[in-house]
């Protein structure tokens, strides 16, 4: 939609477009510079998104103890969508946000063990904005996959700031990441396609919020002069919990327990940011023109506990299919486009729907076409009543975090009020909001309808369950390859995914899924510690098994790596290693487990045979 007629030089616009619409009928004009560049009317659009923040830590949705005052006026100004809902885990709704469908369709179902990486062919915003002339930007939490082909870089975002892995601290981030003054990955994307991103770890000073949001800052001042799109998916308030002391001292200070003292602290310091960056968008002249969306990726991770929170009195948070475990706030304001009125849509929607929304308002031409299961919320938003279809809408949820996808595992099929959970139970949020009487004894023929759109949604979504998103290796857009234990295929769901994990040693094996992508000799080294952080190997044995490959080698002592070198033929396969001790069975052996994995591994393509 485009803005107001008070709010824009229409007389102007007007002799621009047929400019440009004659230029584009003779040939002379390319849609994806010219007219965007030209067409200023279309939003810039920053995207922000918390992490683990649920419906009740917010003050103006009713939490009594925690502060947020930028956020409450953010909420003030907006349109809010009350009904909104996500993914109950931080990597699957990444996926839906960023490409309008089903996470369980992109690949992504987990938040590690290799079901945390978004299959290359999906098409996201940041490729579409792009391709549209918008400049693309993320600052903060990816947590789609760490290697090619399905870094940020590689899904159309054009430069960034961002951590590794699903949080600071895990595994694949910078080693001994904690919050402050931490050592983060500065990236711009190559501008040739399939060659190298221009990528260097860079050691930051101050808080991680205050990090990101600085940079996100610098990234719109640098682009004020074009149309930019900022992700800012922020890792707080994930754990661990830290904050800056004066954050959570308050919070101490009124008797709240840890955790939640903590949590709160976190988001305190986001909602401080968040006045910064408004402030700063007003003094660049960009706020009248700017869609700021602001939400949240699942439920409350801190906010409800034994020792009390609040969460808006949802059953539920973090990982549930209950209402408090995927239902979020969610505002849109933007002053050039009337979105600022301070009301609320009940209608039921999700975060599906932003990628057809936003190509809505911002006149975004498809990359591809690729079926979405999200629906634009323009209507919606302005304020139109919603069409009464013969079969009103239907989305489900659920939460796997397992190795492969379980059929009514930990999911709500919601409909109008009405949510079917675990396709056993049925309550109506009209009149029990807390999820607490199930009226499915007495709706038999309600629960037989929900259960069939169940099945039906299940039979589309899980046509390529069998397949594994694989890492590539010896491309050349990524030449050298870092795998990380995070990303191990793991039945025993043992995989170390974060750092103090791997400190401890308390972890089994798993496997790598990866793609080779040239014929070529590869250099594979194992390693307790990343490449540059000294940590010696126990004498024992090493072992690689990668395709038809299976080679063992001795490791002598104080050796803090194992390096092998074999001939792959390009091709899909599997690798996995072993580090044996000598003197014992295995190294980190559990009970009825096998030898330990190296956590982490580089493979290095050398050349040709």
């Not at 067409?39 to 925690?66: H, K, S, W």
């Not at 949240?296 to 408090?324: I, V």
């Not at 295929?489 to 496997?511: K, L, T």
Request: with cysteine.
């Amino acid at each position: 939609m485009l803005p107001t007629p008070h709010s824009f030089p229409w007389n102007r616009w007007v002799r621009t477009a047929s400019l440009i619409l004659l230029l584009l009928g003779a040939g002379l004009l390319e849609p994806e510079g010219g007219l965007c560049a030209a067409n200023a009317v279309r939003p810039n659009v920053i995207l922000l998104m918390t992490d683990d923040q649920g419906y009740g830590d917010f003050g103006c949705l009713g939490n009594p103890e925690i502060r947020t005052p930028n956020l409450d006026r953010l909420h003030a100004e907006s349109i809010r969508l009350t009904n909104f809902h996500v993914d109950p885990t931080c990597a699957p709704t990444r996926a839906a946000l960023l490409t309008g469908r089903y996470s369980s369709r992109t690949g992504v179902w987990h938040t590690i063990m290799g079901r945390s990486i978004m299959r290359q062919d999906e098409v996201t915003l940041a490729e579409i904005f792009a391709a549209n002339g918008y400049r693309t930007g993320i600052f903060g939490k990816w947590h789609l996959g760490d290697n090619s082909p399905s870094r940020p870089e590689d899904q159309g975002f054009h430069e960034g700031v961002t951590h590794g892995g699903g949080g600071v601290g895990q595994t694949p981030d910078f080693w001994g990441n904690d919050y402050f003054d931490d050592t983060y990955r500065r990236w711009t994307a190559a501008s040739t396609p399939g060659q190298p991103s221009t990528s260097q770890f860079e050691k930051f000073t101050g808080y991680c919020t205050d990090v990101f949001f600085r940079e996100a800052t610098a990234f719109v001042e640098r682009n004020r002069q074009q149309p930019f799109f900022l992700y800012l998916p922020t890792n707080a308030a994930h754990g661990p919990y830290r904050a800056p002391e004066s954050d959570i001292q308050p919070y101490r200070d009124q008797g709240i327990p840890a955790p939640r003292a903590e949590f709160y602290g976190m988001i305190t310091n986001i909602d401080r940011n968040l006045a910064r960056l408004r402030t700063r968008l007003a003094e660049l002249g960009l706020a009248n023109n700017t869609l700021l969306i602001f939400m949240t990726d699942n439920g409350t991770a801190a906010g409800l506990g034994k020792r009390g929170g609040f969460n808006a009195g949802m059953r539920g948070t973090k990982g549930s299919e209950y209402e408090g475990g995927h239902r979020v706030p969610c505002f849109f304001h933007w002053p050039a486009g009337d979105l600022t009125a301070g009301q609320d849509r009940d209608t039921l929607c999700a975060h599906v729907d932003l990628l057809p929304t936003l190509s809505e308002f911002c006149q975004l031409k498809p990359v591809k076409t690729l079926p979405l299961d999200g629906r634009s919320l323009v209507p919606l938003l302005r304020g139109k009543s919603p069409d009464q279809p013969e079969h009103p809408r239907m989305l489900i949820v659920h939460s796997q975090r397992v190795e492969h996808p379980q059929k009514w595992k930990s999911c709500s099929v919601m409909r109008d009020h009405w949510r079917l959970m675990n396709g056993k139970e049925l309550y109506d949020l009209s009149q029990d909001p807390g999820q607490q009487t199930d009226l499915a004894a007495t709706q038999p023929g309600l629960v037989k309808e929900l259960r069939a759109g169940y099945e039906q949604w299940w039979t589309s979504i899980s046509t390529r369950f069998d397949e594994y998103v694989r890492i590539e290796l010896g491309g050349t857009a990524a030449p050298t390859t870092t795998l990380t234990g995070h990303d191990w295929h793991s039945p025993q769901r043992d995989c170390p995914w974060n750092q103090p994990i791997v400190e401890r040693g308390n972890f089994g094996n798993g496997f790598w899924a990866v793609e080779v992508v040239r014929d070529g000799k590869y250099e594979v080294t194992l390693r307790q510690r990343p490449a540059g952080v000294p940590y010696p190997l126990q004498a024992g044995q090493a072992r690689l098994q990668i395709g038809d490959h299976d080679i063992r080698q001795p490791v002598p002592q104080g050796e803090s790596s194992a390096r092998f070198v074999v001939d792959l033929k390009a091709g899909p396969c599997q690798l996995q290693t072993w580090l044996k001790v000598a003197g014992q069975k295995a190294a980190g052996q559990k009970a009825g487990g096998q030898a330990r994995g190296a956590p982490f591994v580089e493979v290095r393509y050398l050349g040709p045979h």
